[in-house]
């Protein structure tokens, strides 16, 4: 693998049914920007006790690939997505930056460490 090249990344974005929102993800021209928020709990496995808890926050743009409409059920979901194709992921968990991915930029920080630093400082 070489530092830095990354093969296509997608993501897939649910919605039980077709809305505004649904659309907004469809903008061609623009990326769209999603932001996830979680609160993880982290448990002892030997005694089945909750040892914590931490928050994790996800961040991706792209722009998009795909989208599924779905069927129109009286009563029922539609199931319909839209599929991003991703130029920026972040991921944090409890405000520590886990994963940093820029394809347009040329970032990649894992752990915090950024592992295009040498070739940035190259280039």
Known sequence: AVVGM???????????????????????????ELTLRSSVQ?????????????????VMRGRPTSAKFGTVKMGDLMNASVTLELTYLLVEIDGETMLELDKLNSVYKVNGEDLMAEINRQC
């Open 6 to 32: 990354f093969q296509s990344i997608s993501q897939e974005i649910p919605f039980r049914m077709v809305n505004k929102e649904f659309f907004g993800l469809m903008m061609a021209n623009k990326q769209a």
């Open 42 to 58: 982290n448990v002892n496995k030997s005694t089945g006790g909750t040892l914590s808890t931490v928050g994790m926050r996800i």
